[in-house]
Structures are given as structure tokens and as C-alpha cells.
């Protein structure tokens, strides 16, 4: 949960500018509808996300790990890149 201008400098940060689609969900409305908020109010941070990724092609999700623990096992570039590669074969 980041505003434009957190993604817009993820982008160019990551070099993933012009490559990848990043999408910003400052209020958390897209988090909270699909389940995927936290609370960390408690420590201060506000509502945000929880960790994961998501595959959507022409509109349909057609992947979405989400971690149940600590790390980016499931979230992660490598096990998504994984998908992709079996998506791009079908």
C-alpha cells in the first residue's frame, strides 16, 4: 500500500520503468477488497498490504501467492518468474 510517487520511484529505482505496469493503492481500497490488508497500526505503520504477487492477464488473476510467513518464498521474482515461464508455454 504506496502512493504514485513510492511506485513512481520504485520504477526507476528498479529499472522496471516502461517494462512493468506498477499500480499504486495509496487508500488500501484494492488490499481491503480482495482480504489482503493488514493492520500494523500497533506498530505504527498504518494499513497496509500483505505480502504477494499477482499474475493478471487481460483483466483474469491467474496466480496470486501470497507469503504466510516472514520472507519471499511464494511472493518472490523467482517463484514468479517460474509461472510466467509455464504461462508462456500454454
Known amino acids: 500500500v504506496n502512493d504514485v510517487h ?16 506498477y499500480l ?17 497500526s500497533g506498530g505504527g505503520m498504518g494499513l497496509r498490504s500483505k505480502r504477494f504477487s499477482m499474475i493478471v492477464d487481460d483483466g483474469k488473476v491467474t496466480a496470486l501467492n501470497v ?19 509455464v504461462l508462456a508455454t500454454t
Not at 513510492?6 to 505496469?21: D, N, P, Q, T, Y
Not at 481500497?29 to 493488514?38: C, K, M, T
Not at 504466510?68 to 510466467?84: C, M, N
Open 67 to 85: 507469503e504466510t510467513k516472514p520472507g519471499v518464498d511464494e511472493s518472490g521474482a523467482a517463484h514468479i518468474l517460474g509461472q510466467l515461464s
Open 24 to 40: 499504486a493503492d495509496g487508500n488500501g481500497d484494492f488490499v481491503r477488497s480482495i482480504g489482503l490488508d493488514a493492520d500494523l
Open 6 to 21: 513510492v511506485m513512481g520511484a520504485w520504477a526507476r529505482f528498479s529499472g522496471g520503468e516502461g517494462k512493468i505496469l
